[in-house]
């Protein structure tokens, strides 16, 4: 993992539990979720057509696209149901903590 390489989306202290945080940084549209213990950093792009993820249910470590019903891992961004023969996977965020800001490894 390659830190130097990192952006800062967010101080620490502004994440809420189970809350989901657009962001844009260098032109990339990022989510911040936060659910229970757990932090997942997701492009904000459905792998179908591209729509925004953010209004998107989250449950079971996945999120629902709120156009059409794709479901995507948080962790790995797989298309976790068969809906759509044309659905890349979401793009996920390795992140890590530094100096009060979570940061983005891009």
């Keep these: 993992m390659n830190i130097s390489n990192s952006i800062p989306l967010i101080p620490l202290a502004e994440l809420q539990a189970n809350k989901v945080v657009p962001l844009e940084k260098n032109e990339i549209h990022f989510l911040v979720i936060s659910q229970n213990d757990d932090i997942f950093v997701i492009e ?22 709120p156009a059409h019903g794709a479901k995507f891992h948080l962790e790995t961004g797989e298309l976790m149901n068969d809906l759509f023969e044309n659905c890349d996977p979401i793009n996920v965020f390795l992140w890590h903590k530094n100096k009060g800001w979570l940061e983005v490894i891009v």
């Design 44 to 65: 904000d792009r459905c792998g179908h057509f591209g729509v925004s993820m953010k209004d998107g249910k989250i449950q079971d470590n996945c999120i629902l696209c």
